[in-house]
T-cell receptor, first 113, second 112 residues
């Protein structure tokens, strides 16, 4: 596709359930970022992938959060045993390795009830 | 550690007024800085990019400035409109690495 695609756009889940959020970056973009925005809050860094390098997981808030990027393209963010405080918009962005800016997806709005 | 700090965290102004958003960074060596606008329910989109040699760049009613010596950038919005209500995010790229560093954003609300 022409842009960064995220799915689903909205997800409502029960507390304690696992969820998977998907990000399809722009073709050829080697860098991929996951961020989240809680209600009324700014961007919070979660994880960064760059090519085949080990990901920077320093922003993951707990071990319930994990992410993988298969084949250097599609990425999945998994949240296990969701809690109400996980409710947020999860944004994915991708960029080329050199010089380019980030292109964002529309985000996945996660609501844990 | 590279950091990008934005201020204020949130701002409310009357329609027609001007405002200035600030972005301070510690990223070094510096490559470029971008300002993004994020409308409610949408992903951020790029407004402008500033490179080391650029001091000022305008995009309509938006004017970005960059002082690479003090590592500060500002985004000035002139004659604000209701449609300017959004989050504005500053993103800085390091020259020697591919990773971008994102600010947490400023939430702007323009009211009647």
């Amino acid at each position: 596709g022409a842009g960064v695609s995220q799915s689903p756009s909205n997800k409502v889940t029960e507390k304690g359930k696992d969820v998977e959020l998907r990000c399809d970056p722009i073709s050829g973009h080697t860098a991929l970022y996951w961020y989240r925005q809680s209600l009324g809050q700014g961007l919070e860094f979660l994880i960064y992938f760059q090519g085949n390098s080990a990901p920077d997981k320093s922003g993951l808030p707990s071990d319930r959060f994990s992410a993988e990027r298969t084949g250097g393209s599609v990425s999945t963010l998994t949240i296990q045993r969701t809690q109400q405080e996980d409710s947020a918009v999860y944004l994915c962005a991708s960029s080329v390795q050199q010089g380019g800016g980030a292109f964002f997806g529309q985000g996945t709005r996660l609501t844990v009830v | 550690k590279n950091q990008v700090e934005q201020s204020p965290q949130s701002l409310i102004i009357l329609e027609g007024k001007n405002c200035t958003l600030q972005c301070n960074y510690t990223v070094s060596p510096f490559s470029n800085l971008r300002w993004y606008k994020q409308d409610t329910g949408r992903g951020p989109v790029s407004l402008t990019i500033m490179t080391f040699s650029e001091n000022t760049k305008s995009n309509g009613r938006y004017t970005a400035t960059l002082d690479a010596d003090t590592k500060q950038s500002s985004l000035h919005i002139t004659a604000s409109q209701l449609s300017d209500s959004a989050s504005y995010i500053c993103v800085v790229k390091e020259a020697s690495a591919s990773k971008l560093t994102f600010g947490t954003g400023t939430r702007l609300q323009v009211t009647l």
